[in-house]
């Protein structure tokens, strides 16, 4: 949308070209307005259960690739954010008919769809229709969480690090983080083994281990791993035979027990839910990856998909491409450790090319910890990004507090980032200011918050 112009009030200091979504996306509503020639527009997505999530908005009535690029970004971000196997667009035919080529084989969305159909097992479909044939919405959510009764173990599986903790009766006993390499193993005895040491290291401080809840970035869908980047190196055979169920034959090694999943941005927002004692939580966690998580008016989970990583949050065409899906502009390169690196190469920091992501991170934030304004100009980009981004997700979401946690936000920075994304949304978006609030647990919970969050899950 080269042609839409935007103005923002904020300029990431290592990232000049930043387009914000959101901008772009009201300065093209505001120019439809305006132009007194415009119609109506419905995506819909269906998902298990025949649940059906709707946005609507308004488009040019003349054809044009301005309407192409608005529309098909915002698909992109809906589908990511509710997910869905078919994908409804009511509106102009042509906006249909380029939504469905981007979305077909050799499209420039095939992977979404390819990524849409493993999840849930089911032909990825778009269909074109009338405003008047619009699916009706359907929702639903479940109460999940909050029980700490017991003996329980929670497991945190991140794409750098595992967590764990040994939890009886809420007090936390035991918890440990330990640094893993999951995203470069092909064979999966190697994540399976690396389970099956947290959980018996944590058994060892109870006298019993009543239920076992685990937090994890992916999509799991009846405790089965249905798609996750801690398998990416897995080949696909393997995946069907050792990998989908390889939590639930773990959890068997410890006992007959009550084991709950759940995706690892659900579990920050429960986390989150929890300690505010209230609903409509966003969290997002800022890790290997960005990992998005939703509780809502009633305190539930929503089983909406909530993969932040693959929504755009930059209209910036020549942004940094995800290595996994090939697109640009989307949350895993603005919140997580990739984002560090990222900024940390455009502030002249060196460093060593044989490091881990991780340690690359850890590097970073120990420069912080010295004093090293570079180092500071990073943590200060990465809360830009979040100031107009969380405006971006708010277009989606009904949001009174984002919890932020993830590794990425440990030590200083993490403040840096909060202050500077509550200074973008003062000035930018004064309305969302005095409604959202932004959280960080204590240091010590930004570990492992969502490992103790996790714990809660199963109901014994």
């Known amino acids: 949308?080269?042609?839409?112009?935007?103005?923002?009030?904020?300029?990431?200091?290592?990232?000049?070209?930043?387009?914000?979504?959101?901008?772009?996306?009201?300065?093209?509503?505001?120019?439809?307005?305006?132009?007194?020639?415009?119609?109506?527009?419905?995506?819909?997505?269906?998902?298990?259960?025949?649940?059906?999530?709707?946005?609507?908005?308004?488009?040019?009535?003349?054809?044009?690739?301005?309407?192409?690029?608005?529309?098909?970004?915002?698909?992109?971000?809906?589908?990511?954010?509710?997910?869905?196997?078919?994908?409804?667009?009511?509106?102009?035919?042509?906006?249909?008919?380029?939504?469905?080529?981007?979305?077909?084989?050799?499209?420039?969305?095939?992977?979404?769809?390819?990524?849409?159909?493993?999840?849930?097992?089911?032909?990825?479909?778009?269909?074109?229709?009338?405003?008047?044939?619009?699916?009706?919405?359907?929702?639903?959510?479940?109460?999940?969480?909050?029980h700490l009764n017991g003996c329980r173990i929670g497991l945190d599986l991140g794409g750098s690090d595992r967590k764990v903790c040994a939890v009886a009766d809420g007090n936390v006993l035991f918890s440990e983080e330990v640094i893993w390499h999951p995203k470069t193993q092909s064979d999966p005895e190697y994540h399976y083994n690396e389970i099956i040491k947290a959980l018996k290291t944590a058994a060892g401080y109870m006298p019993r281990v009543d239920a076992v809840g685990v937090s994890s970035a992916g999509v799991y869908v009846n405790n089965r791993v249905m798609a996750a980047s801690l398998f990416i190196?897995?080949?696909?055979?393997?995946?069907?035979?050792?990998?989908?169920?390889?939590?639930?034959?773990?959890?068997?090694?410890?006992?007959?027990?009550?084991?709950?999943?759940?995706?690892?941005?659900?579990?920050?927002?429960?986390?989150?839910?929890?300690?505010?004692?209230?609903?409509?939580?966003?969290?997002?966690?800022?890790?290997?990856?960005?990992?998005?998580?939703?509780?809502?008016?009633?305190?539930?989970?929503?089983?909406?998909?909530?993969?932040?990583?693959?929504?755009?949050?930059?209209?910036?065409?020549?942004?940094?491409?995800?290595?996994?899906?090939?697109?640009?502009?989307?949350?895993?390169?603005?919140?997580?450790?990739?984002?560090?690196?990222?900024?940390?190469?455009?502030?002249?920091?060196?460093?060593?090319?044989?490091?881990?992501?991780?340690?690359k991170l850890k590097l970073v934030q120990e420069l912080h910890e010295k004093g090293d304004e570079r180092a500071s100009m990073v943590f200060e980009s990465i809360g830009c990004y979040l100031g107009y981004s969380v405006a971006h997700y708010a277009d989606f979401y009904d949001i009174k507090h984002i919890l932020i946690l993830g590794r990425v936000t440990s030590g200083q920075g993490g403040n840096i980032i909060i202050n500077t994304a509550n200074k973008v949304l003062k000035e930018e978006f004064p309305e969302l200011f005095e409604k959202i609030r932004l959280h960080l647990p204590d240091e010590a919970n930004r570990r492992v918050g969502q490992a103790i969050a996790a714990a809660s899950l199963p109901k014994i």
């Open 1 to 146: 949308m080269n042609e839409i112009k935007i103005n923002p009030k904020y300029i990431p200091s290592l990232d000049k070209n930043f387009k914000p979504a959101v901008l772009v996306n009201r300065a093209f509503e505001a120019a439809v307005e305006k132009s007194g020639k415009k119609e109506p527009l419905i995506i819909a997505l269906e998902r298990d259960n025949n649940f059906v999530s709707t946005y609507k908005t308004m488009v040019f009535s003349e054809d044009s690739q301005t309407n192409y690029d608005y529309v098909e970004r915002l698909v992109k971000s809906f589908l990511w954010m509710r997910g869905g196997w078919k994908l409804t667009i009511a509106g102009p035919k042509s906006i249909g008919e380029y939504i469905r080529n981007a979305y077909s084989a050799g499209g420039i969305r095939e992977f979404d769809a390819k990524f849409m159909e493993r999840i849930y097992e089911r032909e990825f479909i778009v269909e074109i229709t009338d405003i008047e044939n619009t699916p009706s919405e359907k929702q639903a959510s479940k109460a999940s969480g909050r």
């Open 233 to 359: 190196k897995v080949p696909d055979d393997l995946f069907d035979k050792k990998v989908k169920d390889i939590i639930i034959n773990a959890v068997k090694q410890i006992g007959e027990i009550p084991v709950e999943v759940a995706n690892d941005g659900d579990v920050t927002a429960l986390a989150g839910a929890m300690e505010l004692n209230d609903t409509n939580v966003l969290g997002i966690a800022m890790g290997t990856s960005e990992a998005g998580g939703y509780v809502d008016a009633d305190g539930n989970i929503t089983g909406w998909l909530n993969e932040f990583a693959f929504v755009p949050v930059d209209y910036n065409k020549k942004a940094m491409l995800d290595e996994w899906s090939g697109d640009y502009g989307c949350g895993v390169k603005y919140f997580s450790q990739d984002a560090v690196i990222k900024l940390s190469d455009a502030a002249g920091i060196e460093i060593d090319s044989k490091l881990t992501p991780a340690e």
